[in-house]
């Protein structure tokens, strides 16, 4: 059965900070291998993560922390001690990261939207700032982890509720400063904010810039069924409050995933699916390339690939090529098409389908397992293949003919859906 879409609501009632996010995200399934993977992957060199599972006003949450190993001639280069950084060398650091473009591509826009806002509020140019606390080896984990984050949790979409403003001042770089801090209040602009609330600050500018980058304009969230819950826990322990921010992973209805709330399914009791369709038309590629183009595609997470053969402009021989992929896969599909092809571009289009519900069920020929496909819809089987690789090992390990390996395989699958009362319309 396709997986359903996978979307993300942010309770950030009590505050967001991005290691508030990062707890969340762990909490709610999240291998922290992940973001320990993204600390090698910066080169950021004796730092460590520390996940430990905290209370806060009797609420069980993750509180992540970046810490960095004592430098050489003794202490340790703490949160205060972290240096200044520009925007230059914040981008360098992204781009030589190695991490998934689409995350090195994230995490680049998002400094860049800081840098922006920063140079702004400071009369300066974006690659002038110098981003001090948000540019400290803390900051860039937050950000570059919480893209990963997203991506490792098949996140489609995040939506956030309003955010508290806090009360009283911050110590920064600048001095003390009114909370939240002028750059996470100018991130928040067009968002819906509760004024006042909690002494201190409760939405940092890392929190901020997460909550515009991962969730964009605010949006109410559509119905979801909740399928993980989340809670990441602020440095803070008050005596009023959970300091904690709350993630709910859920699984929203196709319709919904795609903004196609209210329209009727075509086929009740089908899944419904959004997917997206690439093409191109070639006239200069080899026809030996054409087999490997079409696995190359597949590997990178297209559900379906086709090449046909084509007569095009001035009598050419071409192909046509087709790939389906899903719009959480249809980037890396589209990047390996125009590597692996001969391509200067791409036609897409967004389309829905329907599907059977599948499942999977094992018979045995000749001492060989072979799974089953069935394809059912509102619980009635329409549908009973065997699975061509099991079919093509069972014959190669037995010297059967491979169709007599099919057919036997099929014809013991309808045994059992007969004797166990299931049968096909």
């Known amino acids: 059965m396709p997986e359903p879409s996978r979307v993300a609501y942010l309770d950030a009632g009590a505050g967001l900070a991005g290691d508030m996010f990062l707890g969340a995200a762990i909490d709610a399934g999240l ?114 982890g919480a893209f990963m984050a997203a991506r490792a949790l098949g996140l489609v979409e995040i939506y956030a509720s309003p955010v508290p403003l806090g009360s009283g001042t911050v110590e920064t770089a600048h001095g003390r400063l009114p909370v939240p801090a002028p750059a996470a209040l100018a991130l928040l602009e067009g968002w819906p904010v509760l004024p006042g609330g909690p002494p201190g600050e409760v939405i940092t500018p890392t929190g901020a810039l997460l909550l515009r980058c991962l969730a964009g304009e605010w949006r109410p969230c559509p119905p979801l069924r909740p399928v993980a819950i989340g809670y990441g826990a602020g440095s803070r322990d008050d005596p009023d409050r959970a300091n904690v921010t709350r993630l709910i992973i859920g699984e929203a209805a196709a319709a919904a995933a ?73 980037g890396q599909v589209a990047r390996v098409f125009l590597k692996e092809s001969t391509t200067l571009g791409l036609r897409y289009r967004h389309q829905r389908r329907v599907c059977l519900a599948r499942q999977f069920r094992e018979v045995e020929v000749a001492g060989q397992r072979i799974r089953i496909k069935e394809g059912f819809l509102g619980g009635r089987r329409l549908n009973l293949a065997p699975e061509y690789e099991d079919c093509r090992r069972a014959a190669a390990a037995t010297g059967l003919a491979l169709k007599e390996v099919y057919v036997r395989a099929q014809a013991e699958a309808l045994r059992q859906a007969l004797d166990n009362g299931s049968e096909q319309s």
């Open 31 to 144: 291998d922290p291998a992940v973001l320990e993977e993204t600390i090698a992957a910066l080169g950021l060199e004796d730092v460590r993560l520390r996940v430990s599972r905290v209370l806060r006003r009797g609420v069980s949450a993750v509180h992540v922390q970046v810490e960095q190993a004592p430098v050489r001639g003794g202490g340790t280069c703490g949160a205060g001690r972290q240096p200044a950084r520009r925007l230059p060398e914040v981008l360098a650091a992204l781009g030589r990261s190695g991490l998934p473009e689409e995350v090195v591509a994230a995490a680049t826009g998002a400094f860049r939207r800081l840098a922006e806002v920063e140079g702004r509020i400071h009369g300066c140019r974006p690659d002038e700032v110098h981003f001090h606390e948000v540019g400290a080896v803390d900051a860039l984990v937050d950000i570059a």
């Open 258 to 330: 795609s903004g196609q709330e209210g329209t009727a399914a075509l086929l009740p009791g089908a899944d419904d699916e959004e997917v997206v369709v690439l093409e191109a038309n070639l006239d200069d590629m080899s026809p030996e390339w054409c087999g490997h183009l079409l696995e190359s595609l597949l590997l990178a997470g297209a559900r379906d690939a086709a090449v046909t053969p084509l007569l095009m402009k001035k009598g050419r021989p071409g192909w046509a090529v087709m790939a389906v992929t899903t719009p959480e896969t249809a």
